[in-house]
């Protein structure tokens, strides 16, 4: 039996929640690896922008918000420290990138965002769950 990663699920929960598994997928397979990070942001951020009906001002903001969190986790990934120190600084990275979304998004666009995160979050738990049940 195979124990799910805790730093991929969160990562997933927190960065990927906008983003669907295949098209990750797919940009893998077909671009360098900082490229991949580059379209993997921006295919966020666009998810975010029909998710949350982003402004024209608000999308360059919210893609930058977006490209330092991912280059923050991919640091705490690629880190020496054990696991559980990379799941707390994950947290912490998690919670500056909602702060900072906070300070561009509206307050509606914010909760629907938060929302949505939580209902990613709520469905990663359940698919992990599922997967310890199958084995």
Known sequence: MQKGNPFRVLLLAG????VSAGVNT???QKTPKKEH???TV???????KL????TDAQYPKVYKIN???AAKLKAVKESSDDKDTKKEKAKAVN???AASLKTVLTAEQYKKFDE??????KQLKKAAKSSKSAS
């Not at 921006?42 to 975010?48: A, L, P, V």
């Not at 949505?116 to 979050?121: G, I, N, P």
């Open 26 to 28: 797919v940009m893998a």
């Open 116 to 121: 949505d995160k939580k209902d990613e979050k």
């Open 15 to 18: 960065a990927l929640c906008f």
């Open 37 to 39: 990070v580059d379209v």
């Open 95 to 97: 919670k500056e990138w």
């Open 67 to 69: 490209g330092d969190f």
């Open 51 to 54: 998710k949350l009906a982003l």
């Open 42 to 48: 921006k295919n966020i951020t666009d998810s975010m």
